[in-house]
T-cell receptor, first 113, second 109 residues
Framework: NAGVTQTPKFQVLKTGQSMTLQCAQD?????MYWYRQDPGMGLRLIYY???????DKGEVPNGYNVSRLNKREFSLRLESAAPSQTSVYFC????????????FGPGTRLTVL | EDQVTQSPEALRLQEGESSSLNCSYT??????LFWYRQDPGKGPEFLFT???AGEEKEKERLKATLTKKESFLHITAPKPEDSATYLC??????????FGAGTTVTVRA
């Protein structure tokens, strides 16, 4: 039982390049989330998926797109990376009970030059 | 808009020196308050969920309490391995979490 896994762990992009961050969970959770973490600002929600087939915007969605590929996988795409997207990205999942805690992956550290 | 403020930003403790971290919040319809621990270079790790004012939960040297406006994370007789950033988050009616910026705790031997 690996929990929540993310790939890659590190990535360096040039401004304007695109890439997809991958996330998978093996806990049979319905809900999945993408956050970014910047120094002094805490975790901010980018997009989330309450269940397979649905996605919704979070607090900071501009410049990102997501795909809930199936119940296990939720990807985050940067179509044209900008230096302001330099951050650490975390994926999380949550069980079916209303008050279940979110379980986080190890993160992807992204630098955009 | 939900707001979560954690204080202090950083806390340096001597081993065995007990202290408390504060998480104050404003939220419409609190469904739960969560505490997480985050080690450098890793994802947040769940510690506690508190649901109603007056509730307390304990795990080893950590004890979390909740009032209607704030939560405290008490660290009793900390050890160097308790060094981490502690994050507080609130969950409102839409089941999304709003996080504070965290308190970084350093415990010196």
């Amino acid at each position: 039982n690996a929990g929540v896994t993310q790939t890659p762990k590190f990535q360096v992009l040039k401004t304007g390049q695109s890439m997809t961050l991958q996330c998978a969970q093996d806990m049979n959770h319905n809900s999945m989330y993408w956050y970014r973490q910047d120094p002094g600002m805490g975790l901010r929600l980018i997009y989330y998926s309450a269940s397979e087939g649905t996605t919704d915007k979070g607090e900071v969605p501009n410049g990102y797109n997501v795909s809930r590929l199936n119940k296990r996988e939720f990807s985050l795409r940067l179509e044209s990376a900008a230096p302001s997207q330099t951050s650490v990205y975390f994926c999380a999942s949550r069980g079916t009970q209303s008050y279940n805690e979110q379980f986080f992956g190890p993160g992807t550290r992204l630098t955009v030059l | 808009e939900d707001q979560v403020t954690q204080s202090p930003e950083a806390l340096r403790l001597q081993e065995g020196e007990s202290s408390s971290l504060n998480c104050s919040y404003t939220v419409s319809g609190l469904r739960g308050l969560f505490w997480y621990r985050q080690d450098p270079g890793k994802g947040p790790e769940f510690l506690f969920t508190l649901y109603s004012a007056g509730e307390e939960k304990e795990k080893e040297r950590l004890k979390a309490t909740l009032t209607k406006k704030e939560s405290f994370l008490h660290i009793t007789a900390p050890k160097p391995e308790d060094s981490a950033t502690y994050l507080c988050a609130v969950q409102a009616h839409d089941y999304k979490l709003s996080f504070g910026a965290g308190t970084t705790v350093t415990v010196r031997a």
